[in-house]
C-alpha cells in the first residue's frame, strides 16, 4: 500500500472527562482523518530540546543538526500512519511547546480545544473511580479529597491543560485556536463537528451520531490496564451527556478550585 504523503497535522488538546476519546470516535469515522489517543510526540519535541544542555552536546554545540532532527519529528512519527489529515493529542498550547512548535513545526498551527468546567472534570473522575474497583485513584490519596488535589497536581494533566488555555486565550494566539464546551458536543454534535471542519478547512464529511465505535487505530486500541477499566470506554449507542453531580465533591475541593473560570 502506497503511503500518503505531505499528511496535514493538527492538535487536540483540553481537559480529561471532556469528550476527547468521545470526540474521536466521531472524527474517526471519515477514513482520510486520524485523530491520535494520547500523544507522546510533545515529549519527544521536549527531550530533544533539552538535549542543548547535555554536556555532550555542550562539548560540540551542533544545533542546526538537532534542529533538523526536530524539525522533522512530527513527519517521522506519522510516517507509517495512512492517512490524509491527523489530530495530534496533546497539550500543544503550553508556552513551551508552542514555542518549539512554531520554530520546529512546518505547517499552520491549529489547535483544537476542549473545555468543560474544572469541578464537573474533579467529579467525573470521582463517579468514575467509585464505580471501578481498580481505577488508578485509590493509589493517589485515601479519600475524594486526596484524589482531587492528586489531579490538581502542577506536573498533572488538568494543569498543563489549565496553563495551555491561558496562553492560547492571549491575542497573538486566539486564531490558532477552536474552543469546544464538552456539553456541546453531545447536544450539538452536528454543528460541533461543522465547526471543527470549517476551522481545519476540510471537506465536509456526512458522520454518524450513533453506534459509536471504540477507538482502534492501526489495528491498536488503548490498554488501560493498571489505570482502571473503561476508562476510554464510550458509549456505543447513542451521545450523552454524563450525569455529573459536582455536589459529590468535598466542600474543600468545590471551595479551592470553584473559582476556575474560563473566560
Known amino acids: ?48 530540546f533539552l538535549l542543548k544542555k547535555d554536556d555532550t552536546f555542550q562539548n560540540f554545540p551542533d544545533e542546526q543538526s538537532l534542529n533538523n532532527v526536530m524539525d522533522e519529528v512530527y513527519n517521522l512519527y506519522y510516517k507509517q500512519w495512512n492517512y490524509s489529515y491527523l489530530i495530534d493529542r496533546g497539550p500543544a498550547g503550553t508556552v513551551g511547546n508552542l514555542a518549539l512548535l512554531k520554530k520546529h513545526f512546518k505547517q499552520e498551527i491549529k489547535i483544537i480545544f476542549l ?35 492528586w489531579l490538581m497536581r502542577k506536573e498533572g494533566q488538568i494543569h ?45 464529511f456526512k458522520h454518524r451520531f450513533i453506534d459509536l465505535d471504540q477507538i482502534v487505530i492501526n489495528g491498536m486500541s488503548y490498554n488501560d490496564e493498571g ?27 468545590i471551595k479551592q478550585y470553584g473559582v476556575i473560570k474560563f473566560i
Not at 464537573?120 to 479529597?145: C, M, Q, Y
Open 115 to 149: 473545555v468543560r468546567p474544572i469541578l464537573e472534570v474533579l467529579a467525573s473522575w470521582i463517579t468514575w473511580a467509585e464505580k471501578t474497583p481498580d481505577n488508578f485513584l485509590k493509589n493517589k490519596g485515601n479519600n475524594s479529597t486526596e484524589a482531587c488535589h
Open 1 to 48: 500500500m502506497k503511503l500518503i504523503k505531505n499528511k496535514k497535522i493538527f492538535f487536540l488538546a483540553g481537559f480529561p472527562r471532556a469528550g476527547n476519546t468521545l470526540l474521536t470516535s466521531i472524527l474517526n469515522q471519515n477514513p482520510e482523518i486520524c485523530c491520535t489517543p494520547n500523544s507522546i510526540t510533545l515529549e519527544i519535541m521536549k527531550v530533544l
Open 160 to 204: 498543563k491543560e489549565l496553563l495551555c488555555m491561558h496562553n492560547l486565550l492571549k491575542p497573538e494566539h486566539k486564531h490558532m485556536v477552536h474552543f469546544i464546551d464538552y456539553k456541546e458536543i453531545v447536544r450539538k454534535p452536528h454543528q460541533t463537528i461543522k465547526g471543527i471542519y470549517k476551522f481545519l478547512g476540510l471537506r465536509p
Open 227 to 253: 489505570l482502571g477499566k473503561g476508562l476510554h470506554t464510550i458509549k456505543t449507542k447513542k451521545l450523552i451527556k454524563s450525569k455529573t453531580n459536582v455536589s459529590i465533591l468535598p466542600s474543600e475541593i
